[in-house]
């Protein structure tokens, strides 16, 4: 029996930016005796369906984006006569949808790591159960990805997670609902050797692919003390020395490496904490930002962040520390009116954000945000092709409503065309070029330049909600883009790299808050 692992994507680029890490995972996951799993990235390149044979599993990851996809390829490994096995957040939200729309002979709800073997025996005795519960397992479990499988040339960034869920519970966001509020953190063994790894075979550009890399704040740490709460404190602290043993460790690879993360705001109140990023040369985090006003924060319960003037202080704090900022803003809250979106712009000006992404408010299954919509839309609920609107994802693109949740004062494409609009703003080649001062030479100014065009192209048009000329037409340019990009972030091998050890340092130790 061969195993096949599936990444479903509608759109393939050639060449990708982030490794889909899942691919990896679960065929670390895969028992050896099956042999090495046959992988597929559609977003590199369609399946091509000939190399399914009956009797082989094809395992096919999706979220809400591409989970339509997912059931075609679903649906056509079953044709072959193949096992078929779903799993990733959307199939672990709604099992059913695999099994009626995608030819699923078996759903994994939760991680994998641990279950996958389970499902490849049933599969091998031909008795493959319904449902597999992978639940959340702990982070000592989770599984290194087998970078060894992974193809060359195709992959600007690797993508290595050091810890899983979220503390927070913003509206819009599944993760702590999915993943639990919980932080599981991985020690710095397992994510140091297997960056290692990588930058053995060539990559320097290594995305940390967390939910949230700050999970203790330093507010979290003076509660537990004010309320004398030592178990939790003794908790807090011990994942925070952690994060500083792995800042500490990164710090001792190559100096060409340069990571990347995903951070809440508040890190820029902790200085320690920066400066130690500073370190470990993780040099952008994408920060949600979300809202700039008070209201548009209290509306997706994201109070903890700053707004107005302070805002941009607490941007500019990450700056100075050398982190440099993605920021993520979103469009058509309902506390949001026409001058939002020139404010915004303005904001992430003034605050000196390296790049930027502006989304528009999206109801994802798992949040609160779907709930109450889904909620609402039932009473009477509109419907696109016979398929209703709170089943978007199963709307073709083509005639995918644009926005799906009514706005108190604007219409859809109001808020689309000022988003758009932005968008523009922000990656005209003017201010790119303003923005790539930051750079160190021109040869580095005019890769910034291209880098800002190519994350513009990928991401501003090819969301879940936007026309399909206007995806063709961001599509056949960020392919374009891509190749030379990826020259870019490739370096020369290192092979007998060492795994720096634990505990090496010549610094003060850090303190902990
Ligand atoms: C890193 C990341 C990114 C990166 C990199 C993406 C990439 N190429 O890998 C970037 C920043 C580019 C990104 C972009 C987006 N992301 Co993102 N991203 C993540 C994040 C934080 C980690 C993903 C990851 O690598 N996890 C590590 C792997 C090992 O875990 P995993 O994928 O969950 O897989 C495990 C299980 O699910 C299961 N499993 C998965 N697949 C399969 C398949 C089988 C057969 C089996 C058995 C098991 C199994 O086993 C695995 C091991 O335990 C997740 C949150 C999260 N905690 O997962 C969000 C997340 C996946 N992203 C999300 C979203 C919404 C997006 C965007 C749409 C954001 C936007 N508005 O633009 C885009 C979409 C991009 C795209 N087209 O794919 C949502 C998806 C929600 C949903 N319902 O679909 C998540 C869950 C975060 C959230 N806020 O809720 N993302
Ligand atoms: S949006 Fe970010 S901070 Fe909010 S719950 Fe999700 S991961 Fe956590």
Known sequence: MTVHLVNPSDISFGTAVITPRWLYVLAAATPRSFGDPTIVDETLERIDASGIRPGDTVGIGIHTGNALR???????????????VFGGIHASLYPEEAF??????????????????????????????????????????FLPARWDLLPSGKYMWASVQTVRGCPKHCSFCSVWRTDGQHPRQRS????IQEIVALRRKGFRFIA??????????????????????????????SIRTERFALMERLAELPEDMVFFTQITMEAAEDTEFLAAMKKARIKGALVGVEAVTPEGLKSVFKDFNYSGEQLVTQLQRFREHGVHVLGSFIFG??????????????????AGITFAQFVMLTPFPGTVDFERWEKKQNENVMTVDGIPVTRYWLIPTQSRPKMFMSHPTMSSDEIQDQTQEVWNHFYSLTSIWRRSQCTPSLRSRLAFLFISKLYRQMYAKTGISTDSARRQRANVLARWLAKPCLRLFQAKPMP????PQAGYTNQEPFHVL
């Open 70 to 84: 997912g059931y075609e390829v679903g649906k056509i490994a079953r044709e072959k006569g193949a096992w078929v």
């Open 100 to 141: 009626e729309l995608g030819g699923a002979h078996s759903v994994v709800k939760g991680d994998g790591d641990v279950v996958w073997a389970d499902a490849l025996q049933d599969c091998v005795r031909r008795n493959p159960q319904r449902l597999y519960k992978g639940g959340r397992i702990d982070a000592a479990r």
């Open 188 to 191: 710095s063994d397992g994510v």
């Open 208 to 237: 940390l692919a967390d939910d949230n890399f700050y999970p203790v704040t330093a507010t979290d740490l003076i509660l537990a003390r004010r309320q004398n709460n030592q178990a939790k404190l003794q908790e807090l602290e």
């Open 333 to 350: 809250l309902p506390t949001d009116n026409k001058d939002t979106f020139a404010a915004t712009a303005a904001l992430a000006q003034r």
């Open 496 to 499: 007998d790299l060492e795994v």
